[in-house]
């Protein structure tokens, strides 16, 4: 299935962006219809295979944080005033979106990818590898691959446009670019959720080895939680039995679609391949496994 056949149009609103996995859709000047496809991104490119029930799947994982962490941080979705029905009154578009769609408050989007990381693994790794810190904080030495870190640490990125890649920036860079105060309370909040979506997570079963939050502000100025929270795409998720620091866990994310690219000859840059079906399965499985242990 090639991706132009995984995002439904919807042809009563116009189409605002194509991202990499969500679809923005304008309700009116202060709400957006977000419509989570089953599309795949690795190493900040879109895969042409899809996997089957993904977004239904991320929409749900992402509003069950979004309803859990409210009393952190405000969100997207607790802010918006009109309802799916309203937002999509035509019942047969709302069945093509369904479970996939909602509907959440225009926002204006901070240019960071605010990334706090609880273990050492991924792009961290091998920063630390080479200058034995991540984003320039200083971390013990002989640390193994995928150890826990002392304290978790927030590590952001920038915001690429669609088809680049994220850059590892400091933290003094960020507060350079929004400011320091606001900075320093994208910074507080991300810790807070993590550590909040950590135990919890901790208790059934998986490791959040490190995540991604992404923020907005209101017209007000209000610092607001958006896009997406805690899901197999925004997260690294290990099974705690399945974990042994030193060598790369297993995964119930989309990691285990990236340790198979890295297997394959491929520079990274679009057009990415196809993933064969029983990695396609195996991938649907694990974020099918993630979203049950959390929710139930």
């Known amino acids: 299935m090639s991706v132009a056949d995984t995002s439904p149009e919807i042809a009563s609103l116009p189409l605002i962006y194509r991202g990499k996995v969500r679809d923005l859709y304008a309700v009116d000047d202060q709400h957006l219809l977000m419509v989570a496809s089953d599309r795949l991104s690795a190493f900040d490119v879109i895969l042409p295979t899809v996997l089957p029930g993904k977004g239904a799947m991320l929409t749900a994982v992402a509003n069950f944080w979004f309803n859990r962490t409210r ?37 204006k989007g901070l240019p960071v990818e605010a990334i706090v990381r609880g273990y050492l693994i991924g792009s961290g790794w091998k920063d630390y590898q080479r200058t034995g810190t991540v984003c320039g904080i200083g971390l013990p030495e002989d640390l193994r691959l995928a150890e826990r870190l002392p304290e978790p640490i927030f590590t952001p990125s920038t915001k690429a446009a669609l088809g680049a890649h994220d850059e590892n920036v400091s933290f003094e860079q960020i507060a350079a670019t929004i400011g320091q105060q606001l900075a320093g309370q994208v910074r ?108 139930r």
């Open 71 to 107: 009393s952190i941080v405000p969100n997207h979705l607790q802010l918006a005033e009109k309802t799916l029905e309203q937002a999509l009154p035509d019942p047969s578009e709302r069945d093509r979106v369904a479970g996939r769609a909602v509907v959440a408050r225009r926002l």
């Open 188 to 295: 507080q909040i991300s810790l807070r959720l993590y550590r909040e979506a950590a135990d919890y997570a901790l208790e059934r079963g998986i490791i959040i080895a490190d995540t991604k939050f992404e923020f907005g502000l209101a017209e007000d100025g209000l610092l607001v939680l958006m896009d997406e929270a805690l899901t197999p795409d925004s997260s690294r998720f290990w099974p705690v039995d399945g974990y042994q620091p030193g060598v790369n866990p297993p995964s119930f994310d989309k990691q285990f679609v990236r340790d198979y690219l890295e297997t394959l000859d491929w520079d990274k840059q679009p057009p990415g391949p196809e993933l064969p079906p029983e990695i396609v399965q195996k991938t649907v499985a694990k974020y099918r496994e993630a979203l049950e242990r959390l929710t």
